[in-house]
């Protein structure tokens, strides 16, 4: 739990804060950009939320944290923000859902839920949030988990346990975490179809065994490959973030750009969405960007 002790000097004055055990992850300034930005090497609080809108957001970005760094200075009943999650990722998104409770060991990274029915393949969850009972009893309520998708071996956190709870068939690309006893490695640099509606695409280059899924060909889950730069009011991958080869990523990219979707929903880094022709623009220009790096 945070702690008013150690709360940031950069905070502004108010009941909501960030203390000194933030990571600087990025969580809480996506989830609820209103309330939450950085200053130096910490997010901080650069406005108290005053409406229900933006309370509500600063309560779920408080639940997701992954190392519990955002407090509140009066006690607040978090019952609403915790059973808000699996939370859709736009207001007319109704099968795409962003998990929250994020986790420390994957740096923060998101995770996301795909409901459909069964005869359609059943529920993926995309990574692995950190384990929580009240997110577990809404998945259940929701259909539970048919899939689980690793996008790469650094964002596994409890895909253990959500994996054994749920009984779900865990999909990875081959590279990464030959420790982990998955029902599915994939090989190959083809892309590969898991069912009518999921695509698994190897995009090796922030690991060797880095993948990404596009699901109806429109939403792109692509872990650490792939997001929006809003400084940068592009898309871009992370150069200094890419832990296997740097060119080996910008094949990946060059072969991504010739899928079609509609969404980047990111692991790390901001969401964005653009209609398809903008969208390749978009990787276009991520592709002439990391070249010149």
């Known amino acids: 739990m945070a702690s008013s002790a150690r709360r940031l000097d950069t905070n502004v004055p108010g009941d909501f804060f960030v203390d000194s055990t933030c990571i600087d992850c990025d969580t809480c300034r996506w989830m609820a950009p209103a309330t939450f930005d950085r200053a130096g090497e910490h997010s901080r609080v650069h406005r108290q939320p ?22 509140t200075e009066t006690r607040h009943e978090l019952g609403s923000a915790r ?7 736009a207001p007319d998104v109704l099968d795409v859902f962003h998990c929250g409770w ?7 990274a998101a995770s996301y839920l795909i409901t459909r029915p069964s005869e359609r393949g059943g529920n993926v969850l995309v990574d ?3 384990w929580s009972r009240a997110l577990v009893e809404r998945i259940e309520a929701l259909g539970g988990i048919r899939t689980l998708f690793l996008t790469h071996g650094d964002d596994l956190a409890d895909q253990a346990r959500f994996a054994a709870h749920f009984g779900a068939r865990r999909v990875m690309l081959a590279g990464d975490a030959p420790e982990v006893a998955l029902e599915q490695r994939v090989e190959g640099s083809e892309p590969v179809a898991l ?3 999921l695509r698994l695409v190897p995009t090796p280059g922030h690991t060797r065994g880095s993948a990404c899924l596009i699901y ?3 939403y792109l889950f692509s872990g650490d490959h792939v997001a929006f730069g809003e400084s940068r009011g592009h898309v871009y991958a992370f150069r200094s973030a890419c832990w296997y080869s740097w060119e080996v990523q910008i094949e990946s990219m060059e072969r991504l750009a010739r899928e079609r979707f509609e969404w980047i929903l990111p692991g790390h880094g901001r969401r964005c969405r653009f209609a398809p022709e903008e969208m390749r623009l978009q990787m276009a220009r991520c592709v002439a960007w990391m070249k010149a790096r």
């Open 102 to 108: 994020h986790a420390e060991a994957s740096f923060g």
């Open 195 to 197: 069912d009518p509606e």
């Open 83 to 89: 059973r808000a999650f699996p939370f859709p990722i």
């Open 50 to 71: 005053d409406s229900p809108a933006e309370i509500a957001a600063a309560e779920r970005a408080l639940i997701a944290c992954p190392t519990g760094s955002i407090g």
């Open 216 to 218: 109806r060909d429109t």
């Open 128 to 130: 692995s949030p950190r």
